[in-house]
């Protein structure tokens, strides 16, 4: 589970926390509705030793594997987003809107 950090100029920042307690962060490019719910994509912001911030920027950095994922956005019991992990159904139905709005905005 992880929740929103905070906004930069660039979007959105949200800290993904494992069960050994190591943090990731993510950068949110895009929101993706299905039904009612709604769905982020999240793709990795990773430092080098300059601390250059790596996130499919097309820098040079594509080289290697690019880190993204499909959260769910609900709301903690604060009120807050909170982003977990989808069901099965629910990432087959997320890649389903995705692949529709991807086929979309290339016919405009």
Known sequence: ?????????DGVVVVMT???????????E?????????YALLIGI?????????????CGCEDEDEDVIIAKIVKGAD???EYVEPTDEEFEAVQKAYD???EE???E
């Not at 494992?18 to 949110?28: A, K, L, P, S, W």
């Not at 895009?30 to 709604?38: L, S, Y």
């Not at 990773?46 to 097309?58: A, I, L, S, Y």
């Open 1 to 9: 589970m992880a929740n929103k950090e905070d906004m930069q100029e």
């Open 18 to 28: 494992d069960q050994d307690g190591n943090e990731y962060y993510y950068e949110e």
């Open 46 to 58: 990773h430092n080098d030793e300059d601390g250059h911030e790596h996130c499919g920027c097309g």
């Open 79 to 81: 009120g807050e987003d």
């Open 100 to 102: 529709a709005l991807v």
């Open 30 to 38: 895009m929101i993706i509705p299905v039904g009612d719910e709604k």
């Open 105 to 107: 905005s290339e016919q």
